[in-house]
């Protein structure tokens, strides 16, 4: 696996957000509410969309586990929110950041590794703040050249 580890600012994020489980994995949704109006977000910093998972504390990735997804984008203040829009800060932490290439198709036993052979062997546990993916240039929908990182929230073992 192609990772670095890498320290993430304190960063503000406007969006949309959704709760839902894997069973019934409503990112599509999300996203298709966010998109036609990702312009009215004031204040935006760079083109990159952030698909950020914040899980709850004790979360074990189960199929009917409850978790809030957001579709957004860094912002330089919370000055403005658009109706319907919501505001989300990331604390600055420690983050493993690994390199996706590939359609959709492939991304849940991506994640898996990371979580059941990577983090478990590796000198680092997971923490409780937001996991996200960057959706950046080379970002595109069910292409198999698509490429985004994955960034998971870690602090050393104790």
């Known amino acids: ?41 004031p204040n935006a910093i760079g083109t990159d969309l952030f698909n950020i998972q914040v899980n709850p504390i004790g979360f074990s990735f189960g199929m009917n586990e409850l978790f809030v997804k957001w579709a957004a984008v860094p912002v330089s203040n919370f000055g403005f929110v658009p109706e319907g829009m919501e505001t989300l800060e990331i604390q600055k932490g420690l983050y ?39 959706l950046g240039a080379k970002y595109k929908t069910n292409d198999p050249n698509s490429e985004e990182e994955i960034w998971i929230p870690v602090k050393q073992q104790s």
Not at 13 to 33: H, I, N
Not at 96 to 116: E, H, L, R, W
């Open 1 to 41: 696996m192609n990772l670095q580890i890498k320290n993430f600012p304190t960063t503000k994020f406007l969006g949309k957000k959704l709760s839902f489980t894997y069973s019934d994995y409503r990112a599509f949704e999300l996203w298709s509410s966010f998109m036609p109006r990702r312009k009215e977000v």
């Open 96 to 134: 493993a950041v690994f390199q996706y290439k590939g359609d959709q198709s492939n991304a849940a036993a991506f994640f898996n590794a990371i979580y059941t052979e990577w983090l478990p062997a590796s000198n680092y546990e997971l923490d409780n703040r937001p996991q996200f993916e960057i």
